[in-house]
């Protein structure tokens, strides 16, 4: 079995850089290595002791590039990839005009094919290796995630996308048919290579309580799953949920109420919510997704990650395509940025960094597995070149330290600045 050793600038996590000093929970060499053998990372450390101590790995030396755990994707869409970047509405509109017409289409097969392909592959150009997506109504259209994504050797989450109402004739299912499909894809799938099947209703507006219950049920049958949906993105949503469900508490009641709250739930964007709901997910271990590309761009709202980070609540960190504006999780950093900024907070780039990788695998339930650069986990591994571009090295030239060094690259950096990827072991991007 070949064992390969990368060397580069390394930079790991040794705890959560959101509490307490960041620079407690950091584990940098700027000579490192990664020792990476049949799919796992083995060993990292110092690089020449590393050289020394395996003199039959195979060397790529990546030199002043800082060697990463691959990012992680915590939200996304991937049935959306073609219609990123729709001008003009915000939520429900832009669900009605954009996403749904388009979600329609993936009962063809060929066509469900070619859009996961092509967003896996976009995704691994950007230097994410993990992505957990929603796919559309139709069991193909999680078929063909799974598959594209098993050929590439990628450990995604993803689940068929349930509706029975609120939502076009030839976009709904039934309460018995969510339950019905959404259990034969989770025997299918979950646990198949690097597979895990998630149950997700869209959200409370496009399922009625009959189809919660069922699909509450089903996670109860399989509490190995995670459970993803949407939750409190914007204003207007929270109102119509309240007129739909006037006997629920709040928003995350509408959830609770059909056994769809627990610890292996993943609540996608989470902006406003009520101090019980916090305390509601905070209790039960479950996990929000900040989104931040996707909560300027249809205009939802701050999320408050410090606040959130404070009373405990597992966050992780998602492009949410194509609601979010970028494939780019280093975009999507730069958003979380730019809003803490905008909520008085300025995240440091070793926060940024670390909820991109260990802060998403945590929220999947993934600590360990994936999201990490240590002894254990995957070798899922994201390069990046500091000096991209003309506008990026010319800043970084003049940095004092590697954080300075970083951030010009997470704030200005896109996929050309991904100098190589390695997805369970083997080179992907190159
Ligand atoms: N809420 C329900 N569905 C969606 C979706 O597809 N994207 C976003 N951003 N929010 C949603
Ligand atoms: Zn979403």
């Given amino acids: 079995m070949t064992k390969h050793l990368l060397l580069g600038q390394t930079l790991g996590f040794s705890g959560n850089p ?9 584990d940098f060499d700027s000579v490192g290595g990664v020792l990476i053998e049949a799919g796992r990372i083995v060993a990292t450390g110092d690089g020449a002791a590393l050289r020394a101590a395996h003199p039959d790995a195979a060397v ?9 755990a691959g990012f992680v994707d915590a939200h996304m869409h991937y049935p959306q990839t073609g219609i990123i970047a729709s001008w003009g509405k915000q939520l429900i509109d832009w669900l009605n005009t954009y996403t749904f017409p388009e979600e329609a289409r993936f009962g063809d097969r060929a066509y469900a094919d070619d859009v996961a392909g092509r967003t896996l592959d976009l995704a691994l150009a950007h230097g994410t290796t993990t992505l957990a997506s929603f796919c559309t109504i139709h069991p193909t259209s999680v078929d063909a995630f799974f598959e594209a994504a098993s050929a590439r050797n990628m450990a995604v989450i993803a689940g068929k996308t349930c509706m029975d109402r609120n939502a076009p004739d030839d976009l709904r299912d039934t309460a018995q048919s969510a339950y019905d499909d959404s259990k034969a894809l989770l025997e299918k799938w979950h646990g198949r290579g690097r597979a895990s099947y998630a149950i997700t209703p869209r959200f409370s507006p496009t399922s009625t309580p009959e189809q919660l219950s069922a699909l509450g049920a089903l996670w109860a049958e399989h509490p190995d799953c995670l459970m993803q949906t ?50 509601r997910l905070s209790e039960v271990g479950a ?5 931040p590309t996707s909560n300027t761009f249809i205009g939802s709202g701050l999320f408050d990650l410090m606040g959130l980070a404070k009373a405990s609540v597992t966050v992780g960190l998602a492009t949410d395509t194509g609601g979010g504006s970028s494939f780019s999780m280093l975009r999507t950093m730069a958003a979380a940025y730019e809003i803490g900024q905008l909520r008085g907070a300025a995240l440091h780039p070793a926060q940024l960094i670390w909820l991109a990788t260990e802060g998403s695998a945590a929220a999947l339930k993934m600590t ?61 991007v190159g």
């Fill in 60 to 68: 790529t030396d990546y030199g002043a590039a800082l060697i990463s």
């Fill in 230 to 279: 949407h939750l409190s993105e914007q204003l207007p949503e929270i109102a119509w949920v309240q007129e739909l469900f006037p006997e629920a508490r709040d928003y995350l009641d509408t959830y609770e109420q059909f056994g769809l709250l627990g610890e292996r739930g993943l609540y996608g964007h989470a902006i406003h919510l009520t101090e019980r709901e916090i305390s």
């Fill in 287 to 291: 996990a929000v997704v900040h989104c």
């Fill in 18 to 26: 959101l509490l307490g000093d960041w620079a407690d929970a950091v």
């Fill in 368 to 428: 360990g597995q994936i999201g990490r650069l240590g002894a254990g986990a995957a070798a899922d591994i994201t390069v990046l070149d500091l000096h991209s571009t003309p506008a990026i090295a010319q800043r970084a030239a003049r940095a004092g330290d590697i954080w300075d060094a970083v951030f010009p690259t997470i704030m200005m950096g896109d996929d050309r600045a991904v100098r190589d990827v390695w997805v369970a072991g083997e080179r992907r």
